[in-house]
């Protein structure tokens, strides 16, 4: 599996951003993927995540309200739409798939794209 992800830059407070994450390798049916996100000097965290059939999604409390994930399927890609922005939101994020859940120990990683908010 290799995941491609794209989307990041440095954009102000209250701005927006989207993710792209495309996927390859082999299909997705029945995985889970989403994106992590590691901040300096922090532990990786979990930001979302969602089921590639159904489209299921589950968000961290952090982002609940203001990110949203989605999925292309005839794409292969999944997205992540950041609105409201804040500067806590700044880290590398990662996009993460797995056949069972998406979290810190999930089988396979991209490579990152950084997110920087300025104040």
């Known amino acids: 599996v290799q995941l491609q992800a794209s989307g990041g830059g440095l954009v102000q407070t209250g701005d927006s951003l989207t993710l792209s994450c495309v996927t390859s390798?082999?299909?997705?049916?029945?995985?889970?993927l989403g994106w992590l996100r590691q901040a300096p000097g922090k532990e990786r965290e979990f930001v979302a995540s969602?089921?590639?059939?159904?489209?299921?999604?589950n968000y961290a409390d952090h982002v609940k309200g203001r990110f949203t994930i989605s999925r292309d399927r005839a794409k292969n890609t999944i997205y992540l739409q950041m609105n409201g922005l804040k500067p806590e939101d700044t880290a590398l994020y990662y996009c993460?798939?797995?056949?069972?859940?998406?979290?810190?120990?999930?089988?396979?990683w991209g490579q990152g794209t950084q997110v920087t908010v300025s104040s």
């Open positions: 969602i089921t590639w059939n159904l489209g299921t999604s």
């Open positions: 993460v798939a797995d056949p069972l859940a998406i979290n810190t120990q999930s089988r396979y």
């Open positions: 390798g082999r299909t997705m049916t029945n995985w889970r």
